[in-house]
């Protein structure tokens, strides 16, 4: 059955600092794997989404991550953070009983980004 | 413009209450999902729909119902509702198949008394 794992609940970086936060998944197969990002208060965004071909994909605001196939990891990066990143990230990989366009969502990690 | 939208934003509600919380889409896409969100607890899949008429349990359905009249509606029904249900609860919609994309609404707060 497929998993993702977020091993931090919670991550403190300050402002201009690099940024990772991690993604663990199981699945039989090449996954789809997506980054979502939550601000107070609202839905969930998508940042970035990975399927094949090159292993750093580029997303929105300067988010990349890079899938690991032999360490089944897909951990999100960002080279300078800035405080309006301050918000929750769920890693989602894609169901693939009934190839239905289900997720299957980590528990999320909430990154604060200190001044 | 907002793709998915979610009405109520805020409900507070009594125990033994009904509740209906509605989600509209403009996308035109065949799925729709319930979510809940709790600390600790992540998202939390109710249900979902693969278009009109249809509807399906997600991982969490007990308590809930759910209703797909139209492509772009899906409610979520709460018959009876109860303290545990106290919530943020989020609709999304997406295309069917492997590696679709799924669109969020802003959700609803959902305090039951």
């Known amino acids: 059955a497929q998993s993702v794992t977020q091993p931090d609940a919670r991550v403190t970086v300050s402002e201009g600092a690099s940024l990772q936060l991690r993604c663990k998944y199981s699945y039989s197969g090449t996954p789809y794997l997506f980054w979502y990002v939550q601000y107070p208060r609202q839905g969930l965004q998508l940042l970035l989404k990975y399927y094949s071909g090159d292993p750093v994909v580029q997303g929105v605001n300067g988010f990349e991550a890079e899938f690991i196939k032999s360490n089944s990891s897909f951990h999100l990066r960002k080279a300078s953070v800035h405080w309006s990143d301050s918000a929750v990230y769920f890693c989602a990989v894609s169901a693939t009983a009934g190839n239905t366009g289900k997720l299957i969502f980590g528990l999320g990690t909430t990154l604060q980004v200190q001044p | 413009e907002a793709a998915v939208t979610q009405s109520p934003r805020n409900k507070v509600a009594v125990t033994g209450g009904k509740v209906t919380l509605s989600c509209n889409q403009t996308?035109?896409?065949?799925?729709m999902y319930w979510y809940r969100q709790d600390t600790g607890h992540g998202l939390r899949l109710i249900h979902y729909s693969y278009g009109a008429g249809s509807t399906e349990k997600g991982d969490i359905p007990d308590g809930y119902k759910a209703s797909r009249p139209s492509q772009e509606n899906f409610s979520l029904i709460l018959e009876l509702a109860t303290p545990s249900q106290t919530s943020v609860y989020f609709c999304?919609?997406?295309?069917w198949g492997l590696g679709a994309e799924q669109f969020f609404g802003p959700g609803t707060r959902l305090t039951v008394l």
């Open positions: 999304a919609s997406g295309d």
């Open positions: 996308n035109n896409h065949n799925n």
